[in-house]
C-alpha cells in the first residue's frame, strides 16, 4: 500500500524486472537504468486509475484487449524530442549528394522511412529538403514518406503538422515562410502540400518489415540509443534487407553501427549505403 498524501508509487525490484523486461522483449526498448522515469511518469496514472502498485498496473495492462491502456504506456515512457534542423548535416547531404546520385539510379519515384518520426518533424524536414532539390521537377516524382512510431500520441500531433516557434529556430527563414503558415496562438503549421507527402502509421520497429519496394532512404536517428547492442544489430540487419541497391541509411551522431555484422558501406560519420555491386 502506499501512503494517502505520496507523490510517488514505489516499484518494487520485482515488478520493475517484470516491465523492464517485458518492454524489452516487446519493444527492444531498454529501460534498466529508468527506474526513476518509470516511477516519475507512471506513478500518477497508477493512482488515477485507483490502484496502489505496479504489479496491478502491469496486470492491467496485460489484460486490456483493447490496446488502449498499452499505447498509453507506451507514450509515458517513451521520450519524444525533435525539431526541425536537428543534426541538420544529414539533410545537407541528403540534398547535396544522396539525392543527385539516387536520381541517376532511380526512375520517378523514391521509396522514403522515417523510422521513429516522434511528431513528424524529420519526415517533414525530409519533403523539405526533397522539395528544394527537385523544384519544378517534383511534379514527375513520387517521394512520398513513410513515417513511424510507436507512440499513438506523438503520430497525432505529427498529423496536424502545427509546432512551437522554438522548434523553427534552426529552419532558414525563406522554408518558414514558404512552408509553415503562422496560426493566432503563435504556433506555425507546417503547408499542406508537405502534410501530403508524408504518411504515418504506427510500427514496432521489433517487428518484421514488410514492404512492397525496398527503400530508398531510411532515417532512423536517436531511436537505437535505447537499444542494447543485440537489439541494435538486428534492427541494422532488417534495415540492410530492406534497403534497395545504392539506397541510404541515416542513425544518429551518437549512435554507431558494428561494421563486422553489418553490410552497410560506412559513408561519414552516421551515414551508410547499400553497395553489392562493386
Excluded at 496486470?59 to 524530442?81: A, P, R, W
Excluded at 526533397?130 to 517534383?138: C, E, L, T, V
Excluded at 541515416?250 to 551515414?271: A, L, N
Aim: aromatic share 14%; charged share 25%; net charge positive.
Amino acid at each position: 500500500m502506499i501512503a494517502q498524501n505520496s507523490p510517488i508509487v514505489n516499484i518494487t525490484d520485482a515488478e520493475f524486472e517484470k516491465i523492464v523486461n517485458f518492454v524489452y522483449r516487446t519493444y527492444g526498448i531498454d529501460l534498466r537504468k529508468k527506474r526513476q522515469l518509470i516511477e516519475g511518469r507512471l506513478s500518477q496514472t497508477i493512482k488515477t486509475k485507483g490502484l496502489t502498485s505496479f504489479e496491478q498496473y502491469f496486470n492491467m495492462l496485460l489484460n486490456d484487449k483493447s490496446g488502449t491502456e498499452m499505447n498509453l504506456f507506451l507514450n509515458k515512457i517513451t521520450t519524444n524530442h525533435s525539431y526541425f534542423g536537428r543534426e541538420n548535416e544529414h539533410f545537407e547531404f541528403l540534398q547535396n549528394v544522396a539525392l543527385p546520385d539516387l536520381e541517376k539510379r532511380r526512375q520517378r519515384e523514391l521509396r522514403i522511412w522515417s523510422a521513429g518520426c516522434s511528431a513528424g518533424q524529420e519526415a517533414y524536414n525530409i519533403a523539405m529538403t526533397i522539395d528544394q532539390y527537385f523544384g519544378p521537377r517534383k511534379s514527375q516524382w513520387d517521394t512520398r514518406i513513410l513515417a513511424t512510431d510507436i507512440s499513438t500520441e506523438v503520430l497525432e500531433k505529427a498529423k496536424k503538422g502545427v509546432y512551437s516557434a522554438d522548434n523553427l529556430t534552426d529552419l532558414p527563414p525563406i522554408w518558414r515562410s514558404k512552408y509553415f503558415k503562422s496560426q493566432p496562438d503563435g504556433s506555425y503549421q507546417i503547408s499542406e502540400a508537405m502534410r501530403k507527402e508524408v504518411i504515418f502509421k504506427v510500427f514496432n520497429l521489433m517487428d518484421q518489415i514488410v514492404y512492397k519496394k525496398p527503400f530508398d532512404i531510411i532515417f532512423c536517428r536517436n531511436v537505437m540509443i535505447y537499444f542494447d547492442a543485440e537489439t541494435t544489430n538486428k534492427l541494422v540487419k532488417r534495415f540492410y534487407d530492406a534497403t534497395s541497391e545504392g539506397g541510404y541509411l541515416f542513425i544518429g551522431h551518437s549512435e554507431s553501427i558494428d561494421k563486422e555484422y553489418t553490410g552497410y558501406t560506412y559513408v561519414r560519420p552516421s551515414t551508410y549505403q547499400k553497395i553489392t555491386r562493386k
